[in-house]
């Protein structure tokens, strides 16, 4: 039985957090002693670890660096002793191999879930100092791996394990009833776009689009879905440029596998990524997708045969892709399918899950040889 112990910041309703809960589920339970800490706080997915009886600790951290916070976690992994201590997003990242220094025979591996050029210099400076004490870093990119090689993490130590998703559900609702809910025409072109509204997601560009988008195809809607510090500023800028009519913030939906079926067109405009949850998430249900060319994206979708791809900022490219998905339904059909059959291949949960038991078991086999 091997002992792995999950540390992520929160349980918040986001992609590494989602990918840690499957992960956690996934795991068998006669191969694989699993339990998750929360550094911060709990949150939506604490609820579904508890319901499938994965053990889960909160250490209740209040500031950037709370030496509280850090003893408790050590007493915890004391008491524990995992084999294999694995941490998410860069606070965990952080206190847990600060943590590890104590624990020498304790593999230690690290995901990182994004192209993480936000970070400041003290952060990238902490991510250097401890990758002696990191067994392996695990991007869910190719582009994320390069770039945590780029600022000289050793590359034999990195390992690029792609995000796993759910097979895609049929929606249990109808496009009318989505179509009622915002107040949508039922033959509305529905553009669509999920995650969180922050900077880097670059919603402003889709909502510009949308402007240019109503002269050429006026049925065409708007649907935000997801919540962010940029709520009230793209709410007002598309009162400012007057498209309310058009375009609906709907916040954060559990419902979301019931809303992506109904949309025509899937967009994300990011700036940059890690993989998009999401995207994944539209493609699993063969929507047609418009992404912006950053690296991430690209290991996703081809041009024009699972969707299409414009250059990062480019509004009136967003405002082109999707008019000619709306008029040539053909392409839009053969590319969301094309898209569909990519995922089920390439991005199931359980290739993600199969790869984490072969890294878990490979590290530990290692430390018992030693």
């Not at 019931?258 to 929507?287: K, T, W, Y």
Request: net charge positive; hydrophobic share 40%.
């Amino acid at each position: 039985m091997i002992k792995v112990l999950l540390l992520i910041p929160t349980l918040d309703r986001s992609g590494a957090e989602k990918q840690l809960t499957h992960l956690a589920i996934g795991l068998p339970r006669d191969k694989f002693n699993v339990e998750v800490v929360a550094l911060t706080r709990g949150g939506p997915y604490e609820e579904q670890l508890r319901s499938a009886g994965i053990p889960l600790t909160i250490i209740g951290k209040r500031w950037k660096f709370d030496p509280f916070a850090l003893k408790r976690l050590r007493r915890l992994i004391a008491a524990r002793q995992p084999d294999i201590l694995h941490t998410w997003l860069f606070a965990a990242n952080t206190y847990g191999r600060i943590v590890a220094e104590k624990h020498p025979a304790m593999k230690v591996v690290v995901s990182e879930r994004c192209v993480d050029s936000w970070k400041a210099n003290w952060q990238l400076w902490f991510d250097r100092k401890l990758a002696p004490r990191t067994d392996r870093l695990i991007g869910n990119s190719q582009a994320v791996a390069d770039f945590y090689s780029d600022i000289g993490f050793p590359r034999d130590r990195l390992l690029v394990i792609p995000n796993g998703i759910e097979p895609a559900p049929a929606s249990t609702r109808t496009r009318q009833s989505i179509c009622d809910e915002f107040d949508f025409p039922v033959d509305s072109k529905i553009i669509g776009c999920v995650g969180r509204l922050a900077p880097q997601k670059r919603v402003s560009d889709l909502i510009w689009a949308m402007e240019l988008l109503q002269a050429l195809q006026p049925s065409s809607r708007l649907l935000i879905i997801g919540e962010g510090p940029q709520r009230k500023e793209l709410e007002d800028f598309s009162k400012n440029i007057r498209l309310t009519d058009v375009i609906r913030f709907a916040g954060h939906r559990s419902d979301v596998s019931n809303i992506l079926p109904h949309m025509d067109v899937f967009c994300l405009a990011s700036d940059f990524e890690g993989q998009s949850n999401s995207l994944m998430e539209a493609m699993a249900h063969g929507r047609p997708v418009v992404v912006s060319d950053i690296a991430p994206n690209l290991e996703l979708v081809e041009h024009e045969k699972t969707g299409l791809v414009v250059p990062i900022g480019n509004r009136p490219a967003f405002t082109r892709a999707c008019n000619r998905l709306f008029k040539e339904q053909s392409l839009a059909d053969s590319l969301g399918k094309a898209a569909q059959k990519h995922i089920v291949k390439n991005h199931s949960l359980d290739q993600t899950v199969a790869a984490h038991m072969d890294l878990y078991r490979s590290l530990v086999t290692d430390l018992r040889r030693s």
